[in-house]
């Protein structure tokens, strides 16, 4: 048992660094979902460009495809030194090329896949994804965006127009995106799962309309996406007609597969908890960190944070050994979540009346804690809710029953829908 | 980065999981516990001593296998998921480490050979009172080689042979070994919440004893010593935990109600996924203790401390909603479900209680911070 990197991942480890000190970009700022500027938009195109071309864009794909025909560990890797040079610009390609495009590239034709691969590794393209809707957020397949096939459009080669109408919400970079994978419902008739398909889109389509949502903490980072009568080409379908619940679990699987760095401070915030602790005076004049209760709390956020890094570690040990990572980082977006939103309440109220003040230039810590505050209610719902994860957990590595299901047998159109 | 153990290591976890499956079933543990003078399984300490555990991490040079510590976590963590009743953690975690790291060379070969072979149990006596163990709470007192006081609960002190006791000499805190067997020393089971473990209130007056480590070390090294029993006993805490979890879940899909499992139930699943998750990050700052406990990193004593912490939170709440899923059959004494919530908090407060873990934990945090 040993933190060592193996003498080839020292030696990779030690090429990236030195390929990072020659090219990374120093001081650029990146791009934060919703409130990114052009010029941070070209910084970030720019630096994937640059990683392309020297085969560290997407590490672990085969070079036919742009990748660099690397290995996880070594993705993994070049993902710690690159964050550790301070170079987070990598965010706008982050669904295109972890969701969309594997999804392409396991069910477009040839053609298709050298159009739009190749672009998105280098940054050329931005893809989003559209599958969640107003009535589908946990209960995804329960997709209500309709397209029905125009029967006089079909041509000389069979191809033919869909027209969608519905909507789309929590759609991460569309405002910018260029493309984007959709799912939607082309059989009312069947049963949930089994009347809807995937396809690619072009984001400038004539009916394509993006608005961006004002989250609770003032961020911009989500779009909802409303088709007026869009028209696609049946070419664009990404696998079977009616199939598009499976090619969406494709996509979904490779979202799963990201492990992260097993990186992170050491005890997460813990560490700046007490920090601020000793600067704030108790009713007694005594540092709030002199505090029994104080202390015994940033102990256990330390001890929670903590695990989680080295639960990172224990998946990346399996990746480094060539194996599949068990089960154990299912746990890690639960608990980070939920210990994001008690960090904050419990930093807020440290500092009592004060604890109120967002603005920076007042309040402790630069408002760190308060925007914590308003912003960890989302992190416990975006990417699957507690309560999906705890199903998950329960269902797959547990092996529980699965939930009662009444829409299993019933025609989607037949379903009962509440508001 | 190799964050795990080795294929021959789990594989002598394996093993040990077999040997404890066959030789100390539930149902060996409940029978012990209903006897009079519960507390000990002699027949096991010898079958456990015979596969050479008790001397895993002890050198060859004095008869152990000289292993390391890594493979006594795995032993460990299948001794705490068969609450294996015997003085293990007493004799191996507190009195052999003791000696290792404060005996003279002529202690470490009177006692560890024997304690290698099961013929000497060991344990530590440092409680006095309610409280934490510190200075203060200390009136044990050394004059002239002669120990007189009370100590008060001592783990497995009514068939233990010798003792590490922590006492005073001359106001110092220092160690001393101690023959439990020889003069002035009295000593009377003490009725616990763990039937499965028995403890003991022994009472020395004017008992000859043999220092340990330096006059005034005493504390210092109770903590170091702690510590390394710290990472060992929470691997017995992360076998206890995922024991818990396997029994809740295996009750939650065969016990039926309304007409389904219960496990189907959210109300079940949630509190189950929230027992893994809660086991997960044991596990994590279970492996960082012995890691630091194996290599003797500096780190050791923030690695206790976290994997102290995070395994007694794990296992007490692993093993009270493992009797909460059980429903009324949980409470009883024929379903095991009681083994765990009473051997959790016994293990819980043997090497210190979670509370003052965390304080600990914090001051070393604000001294690394400061440095």
Known sequence: MDFNDTPEEAEYRAKVRAWLEENAPRGVKGASLGD???SQMDACKAWQAKKAAAGYAQIRWPKEWGGGGGTTIQSVIFAQEESRMGVQLGGPFAIGLGMCIPTVMATADDETKKRFVGPAVRGETIWCQLFSEPAGGSDVAAIRTRAIKDESSVDANGDFDWVINGQKIWTSGAHYADYGIVLVRTDPDAVKHKGLTMFWIDMKSQGVECKTIHQMSGARGFNEVFFTDVRIKDSQRLGALHDGWNVSIITLMNERASVGGG??????????????????RDENGEPLSNNSTVREKIAEHYVRAEGLRFTGMRSLTALSQGKTPGPEQSVSKLVQAAAMQDLADFMVDLQDQAGIIRDPSLAVENADFQEMFLGSPGGRIAGGTDEILRNIIA????????????DKSMPFKDLPTGR | MNFDFSEEQLALKEEARKFLAAKCPPDRVRKLMDEDSPGFDPELWAQVAEQGWLGAAIPEEHGGLGLGYLELCCISEELGRAVAPVPFAST??????????AGTPEQKA????????GELIGTIASAEQAGAVSVANISAEVSGGKLTGVKMPVTDGVVAHHAVVLAKEGGKPTLYLVDLNGPGVTREAVITIDRSREAARVEFKDAPVERLGEVGDGLA????????????IAFEQVGGSDMCLEMAKNYALERFAFGRAIGGYQAIKHRLADMYAKNVLARGNAYYGAWALNSDAPELPIAAAGARISASDAYWFAARENVQVHGGMGFTWEVDAHLHYRRSRQLGLVAGSARSWKHRLVSMLERRNAA
């Open chain 2, 110 to 117: 009177k006692y560890l050979p024997r304690v290698v072979t």
């Open chain 2, 221 to 232: 090294l109770f903590e170091a010593i702690n510590d390394r029993a710290a990472v060992l």
């Open chain 1, 395 to 406: 269902e797959r590595v547990l092996g529980l029953p699965g939930e009662i299901r009444v």
């Open chain 1, 263 to 280: 990186g992170g401070a050491r005890g997460g915030g813990a560490i700046k908890a007490l920090q601020v602790a000793q600067k704030i």
């Open chain 2, 92 to 101: 191996v975690y507190f009195f052999a480490e003791a000696l290792l790291r």
């Open chain 1, 36 to 38: 990114e500027d052009e």
